[in-house]
Every structure is written in C-alpha cells, then in structure tokens.
C-alpha cells in the first residue's frame, strides 16, 4: 500500500510540476500577446494618422485652390470696377472742371 500512496505521489509531484510548467507557458504567452497587441495598436494607430494627414493635406489643397480661383474671380471684378469708374471719370471730367472754374471765379456759388 504504501508504494501505491508512494506512487500517486509521485504522479501528483510530476502532475504539479507540469501544471507549474504550463503556468509559466501561460504567462509568457500572455506577456507576448499583450506585446504584440500593443504593436499592432500602436502600428493601426500610425496608420490612422497618415491616413488623417492625407485627407487633411487633400482637403487643404482643394481649399486653397477653391480660394485661390475665388481670388482671381474677386480681382478680375475689381479690375472691372476700376475700368468702369475710369471711364465714368473721363466722362465726368470736363463737367468737373467746369463746375471748378465756375465756382473759382465765382459764377457759381
């Protein structure tokens, strides 16, 4: 009997020692996941971010072209006013000196 109890201790000593063993496996397996799960995060996240720039960087590019084209249709209007009030000076210049010289010599008041 006592080499049956000598036995079972035995198996019951090995049988701890694997479950030591698998303990161990466990915690180094869980070490590497948790490892490679931050990497993989931190490679997504990476990722993200240069997606992000990129569509930022388009947006931005088409902003400033939009802008850029408003800016040429505000000034070809401007040059277009600037035209008008030229000529609406011209016109208007003969009059205005008249009605200067009138109100120098004093035939206006």
Do not use: C, N, Y
């Not at 990497?39 to 088409?62: F, N, R, T």
């Not at 040429?72 to 209007?77: D, F, M, P, W």
């Amino acid at each position: 009997m006592s080499t049956a109890i000598e036995e079972t201790l035995k198996a019951l000593t090995e049988f701890e020692a694997q479950l030591d063993s698998a303990k161990a496996e466990a915690s180094e397996a869980k070490r590497q996941m948790l490892r490679m799960a931050a990497e993989w995060a931190e490679a997504a996240k990476g990722a993200a971010v240069a997606e992000a720039q990129k569509i930022a960087s388009e947006a931005l590019a088409k902003a400033k072209k939009e802008a850029e084209k408003e800016a040429e249709s505000i000034a070809k209007k401007g040059d277009v006013a600037v035209e008008r009030f030229k000529k609406a000076l011209a016109t208007q210049r003969p009059k205005a000196v008249e009605l200067v010289e009138e109100t120098l010599l004093g035939e206006r008041s």
